[in-house]
C-alpha cells in the first residue's frame, strides 16, 4: 500500500509565490521519478514537472523559469516551488509517482496520485 500526501497550496495574488510538499509512504522499494501534474477546470490534467531518481527534471513549457521541483530521496518527498503565478496557474495539483513496491517476495512498479492540492491565484 502506497499513500502520497500532498500539501502547501492555497490562494495567491499573482505574483505570488507557494511551495508544495509530497510525501510518499509505504511498502516502497525505490522511487523510480516523481512529478506534479494540474487540472484546470475544464481542462485536461498536464504535466507540470518531474524528476528522476537521478535528479534530471523535465518541465512544461508554460511554467519553465518560474516553477522548479526538487526531490529528497531519503524522505521519498518531491517539492514544487512556484514564482511568479499567474491566474492561469490556478488548478488543482497532482502529485504523482512511479513507485516500486514489495509484493511478498517479489516486486510491484506502478504510478501512484495524490488526492490534490488546490491553487488559486487572483488577479
Known amino acids: 500500500q502506497v499513500q502520497l500526501v500532498e500539501s502547501g497550496g492555497g490562494l495567491v495574488q499573482a505574483g505570488g509565490s507557494l511551495r508544495l510538499s509530497c510525501a510518499a509512504s509505504?511498502?516502497?522499494?525505490?522511487?523510480?521519478?516523481m512529478g506534479w501534474h494540474r487540472q484546470a477546470s475544464g481542462k485536461q490534467r498536464e504535466l507540470v514537472a518531474a524528476?528522476?531518481?537521478?535528479?534530471?527534471?523535465t518541465y512544461a513549457d508554460s511554467v519553465k523559469g518560474r516553477f522548479t521541483i526538487a526531490s529528497d530521496n531519503a524522505k521519498n518527498m518531491v517539492y514544487l516551488q512556484m514564482n511568479t503565478l499567474k491566474p492561469e496557474d490556478t488548478a488543482v495539483y497532482y502529485c504523482?509517482?512511479?513507485?516500486?513496491?514489495?509484493?511478498?517476495?517479489?516486486?510491484?512498479?506502478?504510478?501512484?496520485w495524490g488526492q490534490g492540492t488546490q491553487v488559486t491565484v487572483s488577479s
Open positions: 504523482n509517482a512511479g513507485i516500486t513496491t514489495a509484493q511478498g517476495l517479489g516486486r510491484m512498479t506502478a504510478s501512484y
Open positions: 509505504g511498502s516502497i522499494v525505490r522511487i523510480n521519478g
Open positions: 524528476i528522476t531518481s537521478g535528479g534530471t527534471t
